[in-house]
Every structure is written in C-alpha cells, then in structure tokens.
Nanobody, 129 residues
C-alpha cells in the first residue's frame, strides 16, 4: 500500500525556518516524482515544489523561490522541504504527493493536483508575524 506521511510542521515566527519531511512507503522514490503542495483556509491547493526522481530536477513556485529547498534521501525514502525566511503568507496545511511518473510535469503542469496519484494527510505550518 502506498503511503505518504508528512511531519515537521508547527508554529514559527516570521523570518524563521522549518523543515518538513515526507516519508514514503509502498514504493521507492526512484519510481515517482514527489510534489509539495499547500492549502490555506478558503484557498485552493497550490503547488509549492516538485522533485523528479529520474534526474533530480527541481521546480518551485515563484512565491517560494530562493527561500524553500526540496531534496530527497533515497536511502531513507524521504523527501524534505526546507523552508527559510518564512512569511505569514506561508501559513497553510502542507501536503506531499506522489506523481504518476518519475519526473515532474513540464512547465506549470507540475503544479496541477491531478498529476499526483497519492497524497499524505498534511501538516500544519503557522507563521506568526
């Protein structure tokens, strides 16, 4: 059974950092791209970042470029999202998801939720200003 479990969320002051983890089971990271999404209250789920298992290519939403870093540890079957210089607008529930292919979809397609077949339960990130 494919499972994704997020952890590492919490409450942090603006300007602070958090590292989210996405532990995968039931498949290995070299089989599927992994995306991070977030959803704030009253808003649609939006793509934050994606990492291709095929070649390690990474993608970021413009709103997080230069502040967030996605990485994967295949030995631990875990993907991380390092979040620095956090802002109040980063407050949301963060989800990781497994793509249907080993690579992130091109252009802006990697941000579309329909490109992902399995989702974690989410972890809350709250940034206080």
């Amino acid at each position: 059974e494919v499972q994704l479990v997020e952890s590492g969320g919490g409450l942090v002051q603006a300007g602070g950092s958090l590292r989210l983890s996405c532990a995968a089971s039931g498949f290995t990271l070299d089989e599927n791209a992994i995306g991070w999404f977030r959803q704030a209250p009253g808003k649609e789920r939006e793509g934050v970042s994606c990492v291709s298992s095929s070649d390690g290519t990474t993608y970021y939403a413009d709103s997080v470029k230069g502040r967030f870093t996605i990485s994967s540890d295949n030995a631990k079957n875990t993907v991380y999202l390092q979040m620095n210089s956090l802002k109040s607008e980063d407050t949301a529930v963060y989800y990781c998801a497994a793509g249907s292919l080993p690579w992130c979809l091109y252009g802006s397609s990697w941000t579309h939720v329909r490109g992902y077949s399995h989702w974690g339960q989410g972890t809350q990130v709250t940034v206080s200003s």
